[in-house]
């Protein structure tokens, strides 16, 4: 069972490795509730010590009365926006053409008057750093959108994104790899992150309700498949909505597009296939940003992998025509007037799926008895457009795999369902697909590329 005591030794155990690259130390006294001293002030928080507050609930938290040398300050933080940006030649054109360096330092300067929120970052740079290098892009992009906006708007949006996923400290690391959330019980921990960093960012003063709301929502979609809470529409604020955008777009480039030498300007076919599922004034922003930026032209796999290549695309139209044949009578037999959010968000997610097919085009016998033309005629001018069918196909496949996970989280916690059989059979026959993996080879030469 996941608790607070979990969610917070979770984190002890992070200060505790990061005391080994740099000194965490307590600052006080630390007592249990009852005022029985613990550790001292001046302890460093090793193993040794975070073992021995784990018994005990504390007076309070322990990253409350602990101090990191060299913790994250303003001129750090900005530093790390900019190693990122000028670390990859798509975030370089950006860093150059839009950032204005005496505004992104005011807005790190911000985070001076913020101890705990500096000592997070702090953790989340040396402990999860791929999850810190998504929250600076997030955060220098929403402040960007934000641009015109007055300061404490700007601030606020910035701080948010820095600070959304936080929450992630305080949970299992092993859940980060999303193959090891195999039951109900790791989802509700997984979902629960936002929740723990809407606490920690309402934990200070200094900070707003509204960016609280928008850490905490920024895993909902306006279609109620997001979670924890399941909301629709209206009910998610404009900044979480943001806020989920970046981070999409974080993932189709680092993921998905980057691996294939591809930039911004070619994840806009992604964007507009889920255009009526996000804020569109954010994202028309995003998308006029992105056409502005260069095209690339080339195929990046080399022509003696593409008979692989297209055996991949291949595999992967099959797991999906196969899915949708499975899946292609569940949202009529459920109908959409039970009035149940779990059970609609559930349902959104397959008919997102079967929309984002019908926009793509690309579920049909003709495209791909052209796919085994080009195998077979070698039609070099043709393989740029197989390697996008193939990016356009992974991120169907993404949402097809959503799908099994929401769909088994939903039979575990609602065992006595009147459509609980017709479900478990649903869950059954999709856990029979196998999800297409490129050949090995192929997979060498795309790390090879990233």
Known sequence: MHTQKNDQHHYNSHLAEVNKVQDVLTTEDIRNEQG???????????????????????????????????????????????????????????????NNEDELNALCAALLDLPLVLQKLTVLKLQLPEVFRQALFCAWLAQWLYREKDIDERTEIYIAALLHDIGLLHIDPELLDKDKRTNAAQWRQWQSHPLIAEKIVSSCEALSKSCARAVAEHHEKLDASGYPAGLISKQIS??????????????????????????????????????????NSDAAALLLLFKNMPASEDCSTHPAFMEPMIDFVLDKYRYVETFLLSTGSLNKSLGFQHGEKKLLGMQNILLHIHVSIARSGLINKAYMRWLEQVRQQKLAHAYREVEDVSLMLSIIANYCEQFQHTLAVFIEEEKQHPKIDELKKLEAELAQLHRPELSHELAEQVMELA
């Not at 602990?66 to 975030?91: K, M, N, P, T």
């Not at 955008?245 to 964007?271: C, M, N, Q, S, T």
């Open 36 to 98: 029985q001293l613990l550790l001292p002030a001046g302890t460093a928080v090793d193993a040794r010590a975070t073992e021995q507050i784990l018994k005990f609930k504390l007076l309070k938290p322990l990253d409350n009365s602990v101090s990191i040398d060299g913790q994250l300050d303003s001129e750090s933080l900005y530093l790390a926006h900019r190693e990122l940006f000028l670390s990859d030649d798509q975030l370089r054109e950006l860093w150059l053409d839009y």
């Open 238 to 279: 404009k900044e979480a909505q943001l806020l989920s955008l970046l981070d999409e777009v974080w993932h189709y480039y680092f993921d998905i597009f980057k691996p294939r030498k591809r930039g911004f300007h070619d994840i806009i076919p992604a964007l507009q296939m889920n255009q009526n599922y996000r804020n």
